[in-house]
């Protein structure tokens, strides 16, 4: 974003004045001069602010597809040239549409536009949680039926595409910062049912309370979704029934 006098976006207040005052300016001028650079550090600061936030929304998503396109770059370059056409053929067709993803979710961070708001547009299942959620269901087949198509070898290991699960480590860390988060709802909404108990606010109580177990047990590769409302989602995107 171009700034006007962005020569003197970084001086402090004091050397700004200072700066100003050395110039042979209309007093108005200066101020407009001040408030403009006051009026665009702020913006500026605003879009660092918003830009962390939307990069650390993407991140989840973008480490798991990470993860299966090296894998998949790694099924690619082994014995190259000695192995079944049709099997080279299906990581290919399967490399394009992880590029094209990869490609969107870039775009989308550009954007400054967070995944959360763009699976709701969309409807995407399970809140668009995993990486996997974003491709089409249609994609999805072509590339299944691409794979159902190779003569694997006795015994030998076979290619899954679009498995659902995602880096331990990275799901570690949303696992325990839902569990925080959580579990702060889960007091407030515990001591709002002691102070006004009703169907309503037991209702919270117990979602949250279940939420917290189904938070236990996810395992290290599951997906982690950004709230514990995305705990109950089912694959259609539906509220599950709680228990």
Avoid at 20 to 30: D, H, S, Y
Avoid at 71 to 95: F, M, N, V
Avoid at 207 to 219: P, S
Wanted: include cysteine; proline fraction near 7%; charge should be positive.
């Amino acid at each position: 974003m171009p700034y006007q006098h962005s020569h003197l976006m970084k001086l402090k207040p004091n050397q700004l004045h200072n700066n100003l005052a050395k110039r042979n300016l209309p007093t108005e001028t200066r101020e407009e001069i001040k408030t403009t650079i006051t009026a665009q550090k702020a913006t500026q600061k605003s879009m660092r602010a918003k830009t962390t936030k939307v990069n650390a929304e993407w991140r989840p998503l973008l480490a798991g597809l990470r993860m299966e396109r090296e894998s998949l770059r790694s099924s690619l370059s082994y014995k190259a040239g000695q192995r079944d056409p049709k099997l080279i053929t299906a990581l290919e067709g399967y490399s394009i549409v992880l590029d094209r993803l990869h490609g969107e979710f870039e775009m989308h961070k550009r954007e400054l536009r967070t995944p959360a708001v763009i699976a709701r547009e969309r409807n995407l299942p399970n809140g668009g949680i995993h990486w996997t959620d974003w491709i089409k269901e249609k994609f999805k087949e072509r590339v299944r039926l691409l794979f159902d198509a190779v003569d694997y070898p006795v015994g030998t290991k076979t290619k899954q595409p679009f498995p659902r699960k995602t880096d331990p480590k990275s799901a570690a860390k949303l696992k325990a910062r839902l569990h925080t988060r959580t579990l702060k709802e889960h007091g407030i909404a515990e001591q709002d049912h002691q102070l006004n108990p009703n169907e309503r606010t037991k209702a919270k109580l117990n979602k949250l309370t279940e939420a917290l177990r189904r938070i236990d047990q996810l395992q290290p590769t599951d997906p982690v979704p950004r709230t514990y409302s995305g705990l109950f989602v089912m694959e259609n995107g539906a509220d599950c029934p709680e228990k």
